[in-house]
């Protein structure tokens, strides 16, 4: 089974609205962590949050919110006030347990496109 | 600013020879790296851990001779694409924990990545 999935392979989203990218993860680990990336075209990997497992409250980076569904699995990324510079690919990854060497693993990536 | 460097960014190499990319870590010390290839448009797949002063522990499928990896300091870890062929070229990437508590101690860092083109 897929430990991490992004159901959306490209979204649209009009300029200054905010877009919601889904992501839905699979773990029987009681303590893991949540990341999300953005990735422009030069190849870059850009941290923008994180959320770890026994977090209460929801990670917050500026625009960047995090809505953590911990019985759902989902850790979905809301992006506020979308600006023509966050068209990139963005992944949703997971590390695993305390002690798994923070080997991340990764979603298939979702591709958002702001519109003007 | 960037806290994790990789170098080159982009590199052409002839078929059959070898080329050699860097990742350090910028003030801090990263005792486990980790490698990523990515394909065009599909995400990054784990290609070895790298351990510094032990042997990189590889995922299975990843050729450990044709991959070198060596972690030789606390700060540097190398990956050596060996005998390079067309089907090499890719985009390389790697990361590093930065260490500590609070916000920043668990966040995993990037570098750059190096697009590499093999002809």
């Known amino acids: 089974a897929q430990k991490i999935t992004q159901t959306q392979p490209g979204m649209f989203v009009q300029e200054k609205e905010a877009v919601t990218l889904d992501c839905t993860y699979d773990t029987s680990d009681p303590s893991y962590g949540l990341f999300w990336y953005k990735q422009p075209s030069s190849g870059e990997m850009i941290f923008l949050i994180y959320q770890g497992s026994y977090d209460q409250q929801n990670a917050t980076e500026g625009r960047y919110s995090l809505n953590f569904q911990k019985a759902r699995k989902s850790a979905n990324l809301v992006i506020s006030a979308s600006q023509l510079g966050d068209s990139a690919m963005y992944f949703c990854a997971m590390r695993e347990g305390q002690n798994a060497g923070n080997m991340l693993t990764f979603g298939g990536g979702t591709r958002l496109m702001v519109k003007p | 600013g960037a806290v994790v460097s990789q170098h080159p960014s982009r590199v052409i190499c002839k078929s059959g020879t070898s080329v050699k990319i860097e990742c350090r870590s910028l003030?801090?010390?990263?005792?486990?790296m980790f490698w990523y290839r990515q394909f065009p448009k599909q995400s990054l797949m784990l290609m070895a851990t790298?351990?510094?002063?032990?042997?990189?522990?590889?995922e299975q499928g990843v050729e450990k001779d044709k991959f070198l990896i060596n972690h030789a300091s606390l700060t540097l870890s190398t990956l050596t694409v060996t005998s390079a062929h067309p089907e090499d070229s890719s985009f390389y990437i790697c990361?590093?924990?930065?260490?500590?508590?609070?916000?920043?101690?668990?966040?995993?860092?990037f570098g750059e990545g190096s697009w590499l083109t093999v002809v």
């Open positions: 790298s351990n510094e002063g032990s042997k990189a522990t590889y």
């Open positions: 003030d801090f010390q990263a005792t486990t």
């Open positions: 990361s590093a924990r930065y260490p500590g508590q609070g916000r920043g101690g668990n966040t995993i860092y």
